[in-house]
């Protein structure tokens, strides 16, 4: 059964801080992983990852993948109230498997 | 252009009781995907839809099923409701299909907050 665990389940900083935010995973045909912000109802798509040690970057945001040790790092630097929100992982296997696996979030709280 | 559309927004029934959450997806977009989310349970997979068919059903009972129309819209249903169906139900539609190797970003919903009494 593929699996998706994430860390920390929450996390509280004050603005500017940076974090960091982790992603493993368990999937038999690995095609790709996902991260999604979800601040409170609709998740809204960050970065799809496929390739190993290659680094997606959106403004404050980055993400990297390493497929040999089976994880995923989601960066965010200086952090704003904005950022809160729950960030979501998924992995996506590769064909024969038509679905998600989801991890079940970090919840990150930034305060002023 | 217009985003994925849910409906209803919130709903609450009874034990027994059945229920029909809908979807409509961006326009072009084929794949419609379903997902359950609760507290503790974090976001899982219901089922997918392409085309009409169903392709993957994720572990859930035999109560919760679906359907894709022609127009792509879908639609979930529910019966014999139980009180642990109380959830967050999110639809995510992607112009193609999971697995396809070439899925690219999901685009969610708002969802259907259902409250099992």
């Known amino acids: 059964e593929d699996k998706v665990v994430q860390s920390p389940l929450s996390l509280v900083v004050h603005e500017g801080d940076t974090v960091t935010l982790n992603c493993s995973y368990e999937?038999?045909?690995?095609?790709?992983l996902l991260w999604y912000k979800q601040e409170k109802k609709a998740p809204t798509f960050l970065f799809m990852l496929?390739?190993?040690?290659i680094e997606k970057k959106s403004g404050r945001l980055s993400s990297i993948l390493d497929k040999k040790e089976l994880f995923s790092i989601l960066n965010i630097t200086a952090t704003q109230t904005g950022d809160s929100a729950v960030y979501l992982c998924?992995?996506?296997?590769?064909?024969?498997?038509?679905?998600?696996?989801f991890g079940k979030g970090t919840k990150l709280s930034v305060i002023p | 252009k217009a985003g994925v559309t849910q409906t209803p927004r919130y709903l609450i029934k009874t034990r027994g009781q059945q229920v029909t959450l809908s979807c409509s997806p961006i326009?072009?977009?084929?794949?419609v995907s379903w997902y359950q989310q609760t507290p503790g349970q974090g976001l899982q997979f219901l089922f997918e839809?392409?085309?009409?068919?169903?392709?993957n059903k994720g572990n859930f009972p035999g109560r919760f099923s679906g359907r894709q129309f022609s127009n792509s819209r879908s639609e979930m249903n529910v019966s014999t409701l139980e009180l642990g169906d109380s959830a967050l139900y999110l639809c995510?539609?992607?112009?193609?299909?999971?697995?396809?190797?070439?899925?690219?970003?999901?685009?969610f919903g708002e969802g259907s907050r259902l409250t099992v009494l």
């Open positions: 995510a539609s992607s112009l193609n299909p999971l697995g396809s190797g070439n899925t690219g970003e999901l685009f």
């Open positions: 999937v038999t045909n690995f095609r790709s």
């Open positions: 496929t390739s190993s040690g």
């Open positions: 998924a992995v996506e296997p590769g064909a024969g498997s038509y679905q998600l696996t």
């Open positions: 326009s072009g977009h084929r794949s």
């Open positions: 839809y392409f085309s009409e068919t169903q392709r």
